[in-house]
């Protein structure tokens, strides 16, 4: 029921309601089972064992058990150890992010248990907010939150602040008027909304809808009816992980029978002796496992956990908390950034801008509540018969200002931006009470749009009406204007001029009031015959490093969309202002387009105003359908289930409501728009390292792969054994690859448009690079390896063995060390950048001359390298690394890898 297009008396009937008496005992219990109680329906806690499961569903981690499994069975504990450590490591650290998130969630929840003041069997109660049922009579006042959607049966000067329900950012007037048609939320008069706040006045009202009918509880509701869905990078995670198991394991098996027909073994399958054929083809059964093993990139899931975590760290350094993990790589991916205006782009803290008094307009500096800032008209400074419009804005006021850690307001955020540019001209509250005593007020009313206070002068005792509101009722009361303190006669020419400038500044979107004063007279009417004294017009202003930021988001090829349910002119004027560009558009007026024209408008629209929550879900999926990587922001309800819908949801830390907190995948701790940006430049940095360790990882375990396989087609002896190959895979797939993950980011992330949103993790380029060096590495181990052969084939055969798999083992390991920073050079990052990454390497080389120099070697089987051998192995690797250099250097030339 639209409750709003209808007379009060006519809503007390359909809920069958006295108005006088209330609702009786019997009737609250009937309608508390029809309607259950005053409450959102509790979102289902998060079960930690769940959390810990959730943390193995990835088609790589499938492999790696896979693995597991197949090293059991291969009676590979050492290796099985290792396997299982990697997959616990990123279980638990995963899980222990996810669950401090949560905790940090509720941490963040303000707990107040609310009450209510009802009439009920003709008498008035106090009760808990929970047991209110429709058709409840409810008393509101200043101060009051409103517990249920109530349509207002009477009310005296009711304000009600709507914020975080519709991205108003001033407090709306309410009224008793029926409305004649459908209106949006922020538009409906008569009506007041759980969740909201009452600033000013009082009011009787009936409660038309509770707990999940509410406006609240309908976007409770959209936020359930939300999926989640898998974030740019788990994605590209997952189709790596089939394409890379598939792979794998077609590789090794046509390694296993290629080896067992090689040797024969497959003669006893065929002759029904499956038990010897077992016997026989357990050593290629061990090396396909053990080439599985070094295929697989099971140091994959660790270092996109670590590199995350890391990002999560360090974000949260500058105040972003992120409650999933991989959150922090689809900031990297962001293409478009829809914002809210309130609390988000702006302060949510009206300030005054400008002042218009003795024939003079002053710019007032500073922002929000912050009490500093020089009140100038270009080089001319404030005299003392400038300060009365001052005064006035500070006497004629019920606001307060409250100083502690964080400057904060009581009352009504207009009267506070009065109160703030009061102290800046030198008008303190310390003065105001010392001078001046409140002796009577005529409150503000929507009718009259104005306020009156009478004060007593505590020097002259003489007494003073002080008068505040709308620019064209106050100039009505005006007879004389006071002008460098000479009161004059106020002419037509100066009523024109000053109606003039009011409506010029309104136009730039700032909320403008007129005051007033005059001598008290008894007998007199309070507002009539006032003298004009001048207009302050405010705005709520821009966070202070919003524009660069946005500046920045236009660089990095990221474009920022505005979604308010503020009024249009203000939306417009505030975008104009911090630099984002594009056509504006009400959002009634945007559902009301086809699917396929708000697809089009979208291309150059960037101010939606007036917006619901439904218009900000269907603009975040048609972008989403467009390709786009969606961030959404916001703090109010209102943005709660775009939020929740955007690939990025990011919520308010400070202003920000419960459900949208609970809502998103990331936090801003000091509300602050540049953390986003700042954010984004972290996440795209975190996909560049995970882009680093797959392109080193994969062109060395190709290489591995390929050593092996045209070893056993040569029908030369295997260049290494299973333990060599396991011990390949710790040595360079450990520290080294662990050490990509705090490696710097390229100075120019930031220059640069988002990555293709439908491209995988590797691109063009990155493919041709593995194959690239992959094949350098095959030919120039197999190539030392046959000279290894031939130079040393008067060897003893056990001798003999030993050292050309120690060669080929030990020249592999090299070229792999060399490749790091063949890769890191396409980022144009030196030798000694990464100080973890030269410890890690050193690490490296010293455990492989523990296995070939100490007793270690009899257990992998290794051989005393000379000298000589040694020359040859650097020689290569560093003709490999050169090569490397030269290939990356051509491919950079050439357009088609770059695309």
Same mark, same amino acid.
């Given at each position: 029921?639209?409750?709003?297009?209808?007379?009060?008396?006519?809503?007390?009937?359909?809920?069958?309601?006295?108005?006088?008496?209330?609702?009786?005992?019997?009737?609250?219990?009937?309608?508390?089972?029809?309607?259950?109680?005053?409450?959102?329906?509790?979102?289902?806690?998060?079960?930690?064992?769940?959390?810990?499961?959730?943390?193995?569903?990835?088609?790589?981690? /499938?492999?790696?058990?896979?693995?597991?499994?197949?090293?059991?069975?291969?009676?590979?504990?050492?290796?099985?150890?290792?396997?299982?450590?990697?997959?616990?490591?990123?279980?638990?650290?995963?899980?222990?992010?996810?669950?401090?998130?949560?905790?940090?969630?509720?941490?963040?929840? *303000?707990?107040?248990?609310?009450?209510?003041?009802?009439?009920?069997?003709?008498?008035?109660?106090?009760?808990?907010?929970?047991?209110?049922?429709?058709?409840?009579?409810?008393?509101?006042?200043?101060?009051?939150?409103?517990?249920?959607?109530?349509?207002?049966?009477?009310?005296?000067?009711?304000?009600?602040?709507?914020?975080? +329900?519709?991205?108003?950012?001033?407090?709306?007037?309410?009224?008793?008027?029926?409305?004649?048609?459908?209106?949006?939320?922020?538009?409906?008069?008569?009506?007041?909304?759980?969740?909201?706040?009452?600033?000013?006045?009082?009011?009787?009202?009936?409660?038309?809808?509770?707990?999940?009918?509410?406006?609240?509880?309908?976007?409770?509701?959209?936020?359930?009816?939300?999926?989640?869905?898998?974030?740019?990078?788990?994605?590209?995670?997952?189709?790596?992980?089939?394409?890379?198991?598939?792979?794998?394991?077609?590789?090794?098996?046509?390694?296993?029978?290629?080896?067992?027909?090689?040797?024969?073994?497959?003669?006893?399958?065929?002759?029904?002796?499956?038990?010897?054929?077992?016997?026989?083809?357990?050593?290629?059964?061990?090396?396909?496992?053990?080439?599985?093993?070094?295929?697989?990139?099971?140091?994959?899931?660790?270092?996109?956990?670590?590199?995350?975590?890391?990002?999560?760290?360090?974000?949260?350094?500058?105040?972003?908390?992120?409650?999933?993990?991989?959150?922090?790589?689809?900031?990297?991916?962001? %293409?478009?950034?829809?914002? $809210?205006? =309130?609390?988000?782009?702006?302060?949510?803290?009206?300030?005054?801008?400008?002042? /218009?008094?003795?024939?003079?307009?002053?710019?007032?500096?500073?922002?929000? /509540?912050?009490? =500093?800032?020089?009140?100038?008209?270009?080089?001319?400074?404030?005299? $003392?018969?400038?300060?009365?419009?001052?005064?006035?804005?500070?006497?004629?006021?019920?606001?307060?200002?409250?100083?502690?850690?964080?400057?904060?307001?009581?009352?009504?955020?207009?009267?506070?931006?009065?109160?703030?540019?009061?102290? *800046?001209?030198?008008?303190?509250?310390? @003065?105001?009470?010392?001078?001046?005593?409140?002796?009577?007020?005529?409150?503000?009313?929507?009718?009259?749009?104005?306020?009156?206070?009478?004060?007593?002068?505590?020097?002259?005792?003489?007494?003073?009406?002080?008068?505040?509101?709308?620019?064209?009722?106050?100039?009505?009361?005006?007879?004389?204007?006071?002008?460098?303190?000479?009161?004059?006669?106020?002419?037509?020419?100066?009523?024109?001029?000053?109606?003039?400038?009011?409506?010029? +500044?309104?136009?730039?979107?700032?909320?403008?009031?007129?005051?007033?004063?005059?001598?008290?007279?008894?007998?007199?009417?309070?507002?009539?015959?006032?003298?004009?004294?001048?207009?302050?017009?405010?705005?709520?202003?821009?966070?202070?490093?919003?524009?660069?930021?946005?500046?920045?988001?236009?660089?990095?090829?990221?474009?920022?969309?505005?979604?308010?349910? $503020?009024?249009?002119?203000?939306?417009?004027?505030?975008?104009?202002?911090?630099?984002?560009?594009?056509?504006?558009?009400?959002?009634?007026?945007?559902?009301?387009?086809?699917?396929?024209?708000?697809?089009? =408008?979208?291309?150059?629209?960037?101010?939606?105003?007036?917006?619901?929550?439904?218009?900000?879900?269907?603009?975040?999926?048609?972008?989403?359908?467009?390709?786009?990587?969606?961030?959404?922001?916001?703090?109010?309800?209102?943005?709660?289930?775009?939020?929740?819908?955007?690939?990025?949801?990011?919520?308010?830390?400070?202003?920000?409501?419960?459900? =949208?907190?609970?809502?998103?995948?990331?936090?801003?701790?000091?509300?602050?728009?540049?953390?986003?940006?700042?954010?984004?430049?972290?996440?795209?940095?975190?996909?560049?390292?995970?882009?680093?360790?797959?392109?080193?990882?994969?062109?060395?375990?190709?290489?591995?792969?390929?050593?092996?396989?045209?070893?056993?087609?040569?029908?030369?002896? +295997?260049?290494?054994?299973?333990?060599?190959?396991?011990?390949?895979?710790?040595?360079?797939?450990?520290?080294?690859?662990?050490?990509?993950?705090? $490696?710097?980011?390229?100075?120019?992330?930031?220059?640069?448009?988002?990555?293709?949103?439908?491209?995988?993790?590797?691109?063009?380029?990155?493919?041709?690079?593995?194959?690239?060096?992959?094949?350098?590495?095959?030919?120039?181990?197999?190539?030392?390896?046959?000279?290894?052969?031939?130079? /040393? @084939?008067?060897?003893?055969?056990?001798?003999?063995?030993? *050292?050309? @798999? %120690?060669?080929?083992?030990?020249?592999?390991?090299?070229?792999?060390?060399?490749?790091?920073?063949?890769?890191?050079?396409?980022?144009?990052?030196?030798?000694?950048?990464?100080?973890?990454?030269?410890?890690?390497?050193?690490?490296?080389?010293?455990?492989?001359?523990?296995?070939?120099?100490?007793?270690?070697?009899?257990?992998?089987?290794?051989?005393? +390298?000379?000298?000589?051998?040694?020359?040859?192995?650097?020689?290569?690797?560093?003709?490999?690394?050169?090569?490397?250099?030269?290939?990356?250097?051509?491919?950079?030339?050439?357009?088609?890898?770059?695309?």
């Amino acid at each position: 029921m639209e409750y709003y297009t209808q007379k009060s008396e006519e809503v007390l009937a359909s809920f069958n309601v006295n108005y006088s008496l209330g609702l009786s005992e019997d009737e609250v219990k009937k309608r508390r089972e029809h309607y259950g109680l005053n409450e959102l329906k509790a979102k289902k806690k998060i079960n930690p064992f769940i959390l810990f499961l959730n943390q193995f569903k990835s088609f790589i981690i /499938y492999i790696l058990i896979f693995a597991l499994v197949l090293s059991l069975i291969a009676g590979e504990i050492a290796d099985s150890i290792s396997i299982l450590a990697i997959l616990l490591f990123n279980a638990v650290f995963g899980f222990i992010q996810e669950f401090k998130a949560e905790k940090a969630i509720e941490a963040l929840k *303000k707990l107040s248990g609310l009450h209510a003041l009802v009439l009920r069997n003709g008498n008035q109660m106090m009760i808990d907010v929970r047991e209110i049922v429709p058709g409840d009579i409810i008393f509101l006042e200043e101060g009051s939150k409103v517990p249920a959607d109530a349509r207002i049966i009477e009310h005296f000067n009711l304000q009600v602040s709507e914020a975080s +329900l519709t991205g108003e950012s001033v407090p709306v007037s309410k009224k008793l008027d029926v409305l004649q048609r459908e209106v949006p939320l922020a538009e409906r008069s008569n009506m007041v909304f759980a969740g909201t706040v009452v600033t000013r006045g009082r009011a009787t009202l009936m409660v038309v809808g509770t707990g999940m009918s509410t406006e609240i509880g309908k976007i409770a509701g959209m936020i359930d009816s939300v999926e989640e869905e898998m974030t740019p990078l788990q994605k590209k995670l997952e189709t790596m992980g089939h394409k890379v198991g598939i792979g794998t394991l077609l590789i090794c098996t046509v390694i296993f029978f290629i080896g067992i027909i090689k040797d024969g073994d497959i003669t006893h399958l065929l002759n029904g002796d499956i038990r010897f054929f077992l016997l026989a083809a357990k050593d290629w059964l061990l090396v396909a496992v053990s080439l599985a093993v070094a295929a697989v990139p099971e140091g994959l899931p660790a270092i996109v956990t670590i590199a995350l975590a890391i990002g999560v760290m360090k974000m949260l350094r500058q105040n972003a908390l992120i409650r999933k993990l991989p959150s922090v790589e689809t900031l990297g991916e962001t %293409t478009v950034i829809c914002c $809210d205006k =309130t609390g988000t782009l702006t302060k949510n803290e009206m300030t005054v801008r400008k002042v /218009y008094t003795n024939n003079t307009m002053f710019d007032v500096q500073g922002s929000g /509540y912050d009490l =500093t800032g020089e009140i100038k008209a270009g080089a001319k400074s404030l005299k $003392d018969s400038d300060s009365l419009i001052f005064k006035i804005g500070a006497l004629c006021n019920n606001a307060s200002i409250i100083k502690g850690d964080k400057i904060s307001i009581t009352g009504d955020p207009t009267e506070a931006a009065l109160l703030v540019s009061a102290q *800046k001209a030198g008008f303190t509250p310390e @003065q105001a009470k010392a001078e001046w005593k409140k002796i009577g007020e005529d409150s503000f009313d929507p009718v009259r749009k104005m306020m009156s206070t009478i004060h007593r002068n505590m020097n002259t005792h003489k007494e003073y009406v002080f008068t505040k509101g709308a620019p064209e009722r106050v100039l009505a009361k005006c007879d004389r204007i006071i002008i460098n303190g000479k009161i004059r006669k106020l002419n037509q020419k100066q009523r024109e001029d000053i109606t003039s400038l009011n409506t010029d +500044l309104a136009t730039t979107a700032l909320r403008v009031l007129a005051f007033a004063y005059k001598e008290h007279r008894p007998k007199e009417k309070n507002e009539s015959k006032l003298i004009f004294v001048g207009l302050q017009g405010m705005i709520d202003p821009p966070h202070s490093q919003v524009a660069e930021s946005i500046a920045s988001c236009k660089k990095a090829g990221i474009r920022v969309i505005m979604i308010t349910g $503020d009024n249009l002119h203000t939306a417009e004027a505030i975008a104009h202002e911090i630099g984002i560009e594009g056509s504006a558009m009400d959002g009634i007026s945007f559902s009301q387009l086809s699917e396929q024209d708000q697809q089009q =408008t979208l291309q150059n629209t960037s101010v939606f105003a007036r917006v619901e929550p439904q218009h900000k879900m269907a603009i975040v999926t048609l972008l989403q359908r467009q390709g786009h990587i969606v961030a959404m922001t916001g703090d109010g309800v209102n943005d709660a289930p775009a939020i929740k819908k955007a690939n990025l949801g990011i919520a308010m830390g400070i202003t920000g409501t419960d459900v =949208t907190k609970e809502a998103s995948d990331m936090i801003l701790r000091d509300d602050n728009f540049v953390t986003i940006v700042n954010s984004v430049e972290q996440g795209r940095g975190i996909y560049e390292n995970i882009q680093k360790f797959v392109n080193y990882l994969f062109s060395c375990n190709v290489g591995e792969v390929t050593v092996i396989l045209f070893a056993i087609l040569f029908g030369w002896p +295997l260049p290494m054994t299973a333990v060599m190959l396991l011990w390949l895979n710790l040595v360079t797939d450990g520290l080294p690859a662990l050490a990509l993950s705090v $490696d710097p980011s390229s100075q120019n992330l930031m220059d640069r448009p988002p990555r293709k949103v439908n491209g995988g993790i590797m691109d063009r380029s990155m493919i041709f690079s593995i194959i690239y060096v992959s094949t350098l590495i095959t030919i120039a181990v197999l190539g030392l390896f046959w000279w290894a052969m031939q130079y /040393y @084939q008067a060897l003893p055969q056990a001798i003999f063995l030993d *050292k050309i @798999q %120690t060669i080929a083992f030990t020249s592999i390991i090299m070229m792999e060390l060399a490749r790091l920073q063949a890769v890191r050079a396409e980022y144009k990052l030196g030798l000694f950048s990464n100080k973890y990454l030269i410890i890690a390497v050193a690490s490296s080389i010293i455990l492989q001359l523990v296995v070939i120099y100490t007793p270690l070697s009899k257990f992998f089987g290794t051989a005393l +390298l000379s000298g000589f051998d040694w020359s040859m192995i650097l020689g290569a690797t560093l003709v490999v690394f050169l090569l490397n250099l030269l290939g990356a250097s051509i491919r950079r030339r050439i357009p088609y890898f770059n695309q």
